[in-house]
């Protein structure tokens, strides 16, 4: 069930009208909104849901692994494409910009006033630790995206915000990982109804398990791993399923962004199919992820034992390929989709069509869906129990401790998608461990929106997002059974850059300093 958004429309009204935009969303100074608003726990309840208004979205998480090796994004004004190319400036205003504290300050305006409203105490302390989580969630994104920022934890004026100096993320990232540690002894573990949704306890200790990860605190991360694995939580039994919208809200979604169809809807999963589908092409697979994926023998494609066939590529491969990425020759909203042919009206080199010749079907594997894929109420997921279970592995793999509980947590995953169990036999060191894990990670996690951090916290950039950006070769698609002949080179989509001292963190947006003289800029922009 969708959170009742006819509470969501009337608190970002309330909200908006009280906010004054600038550097930071400013103190909430309207009359009306702090002395009416906060007579019930009904009003308190609408506040809080204006808190979620636009805490995470569907564009943030599907274009995100376009700053990484796994997506190109071809439109510059959609924000994402000099991420990727490394070609990113402070003044570039096409910037998509996670630098934001809109709802940091409405969750601050919400902290500061609801021990006002008269209503249930237990409740009450429910719907703080949410405001807790909404605010803490997004001193996560800005500190991993930009490193130090601007730290608030109450409404502030506009003449205190403009003079505000970064605070070291490190501090950042303790306090974050307090909150998540305090609220989780107050949410609950699921909700029934209306309240589905809202923000629980595994929640709060997987975000934490998250950061903890990233921080290279695998101690704390593998307990709270464990925690979030007591709750409950489960793989659902279907990989392509799972992402589908009549499948939302399963056991295996620990965190998501709820939408509804028409009043608080997904918009945007028309930006991922060709124009022959009536989509923009925007965000392309690569090859690079598409050869991330194993053979249906658990070998990578540069085995020669592996059963790949470079002319038949996207045969006997990794379920979760085709369930990930539609490719040549694979049967797509009835039809063999076809990229690589010229008089194709799929073909890589047509209008709002994909630049590589791959297309995401996770997300829009069924198109029929949706009456419109403009305006869906597909939830996007934030956190799933895939997760929980790579990051309890890698975490325990980085302290040297390979037990079976590793190798059944990976397991799990791979026998879900259709693949065979890890080989104790080849897989069996510290080094040979971290490459499948972070293997599985990149394949399970693909469009998630996750690929960026790892790429950034492995210090990878240099090795996978530096050089030429291929897509698919070339050739025919036979329009009767989808048979392919490939006969030409792959697919040279662009040239990118890493600088190793720069590119790990997002520049400080130009027009953020020319408002605060105190901020300072990260370093190589």
Known sequence: MKRNILYIILATGLLQSACQKDFLDRNPTNAYSNSS???????????????????????????????????????????????????????NTNAYTRWSYTVVQKCNWFLENIDNTPMDATVKERYKSEARFLRAYQYFIMTQLYGDVPFVKTTVTTDVANTLPRTPATEIRQFVKDELTAISTILPVSYTGSDIGHITQG????????????????????????????????LFNSYPDLFR????????????????ENDYSNADLGVMPSSSFGGWGSLDPTQALVDAYETKTGKTIDDPTSGYDQ???????????????????????GAYYNSIESSSGDYYNGDNNSKTG???????????????????GLNMIVIRYAEILLTYAEAQIESGVIDNSVYTAIDDI??????????????????????????????????????????????????????TLYGTRLGTVDPANGKLTLSGEHVKVEVRTFQDNRDYLWPVPQKERNINKNLTQNAGY
Do not use: H
């Not at 979620?52 to 071809?74: F, H, M, P, R, T």
């Not at 297309?359 to 305006?375: E, G, Q, V």
């Open 37 to 91: 608003l906060w007579s019930s726990q009904a009003d308190a309840l609408a506040a809080l849901n204006g808190c979620y208004k636009d805490w995470e979205g569907d564009y943030n998480l599907l274009y995100l692994d376009a700053a990484s090796d796994n997506l190109y994004s071809q439109y510059p004004w959609e924000g994402y494409t000099d991420y990727g190319s490394g070609t990113m400036t402070p003044n």
């Open 203 to 234: 929640a709060a200790l997987s975000l934490k398990a998250r950061i903890e990860l990233f921080d290279k605190d695998y101690a704390n991360c593998i307990a709270d791993c464990k925690k979030v694995m007591g709750l409950g939580y489960q």
């Open 245 to 260: 919208i009549q499948n939302e809200n399963n056991k295996e979604v620990i965190l998501d962004v709820q939408y509804k």
């Open 311 to 333: 002319n038949d590529p996207y045969n006997n491969r990794d379920p979760r390929l085709n369930a990930t990425i539609v490719c040549p020759g694979q049967m797509y909203e």
């Open 358 to 376: 791959y297309i995401p079907k996770k997300f829009t594997a069924n198109l029929s869906d949706y009456a419109d894929m403009w305006n869906t």
């Open 414 to 467: 791979r026998t879900r998608a259709g693949m065979p169990v890890v080989d104790r036999t080849v897989y069996n060191t510290v080094d040979k461990m971290r490459t499948l894990v972070r293997r599985e990670r990149r394949v399970e996690l693909a469009l998630e929106g996750l690929r960026w951090y790892d790429v950034q916290r492995w210090k990878i950039g240099s090795a996978v997002r530096s050089g």
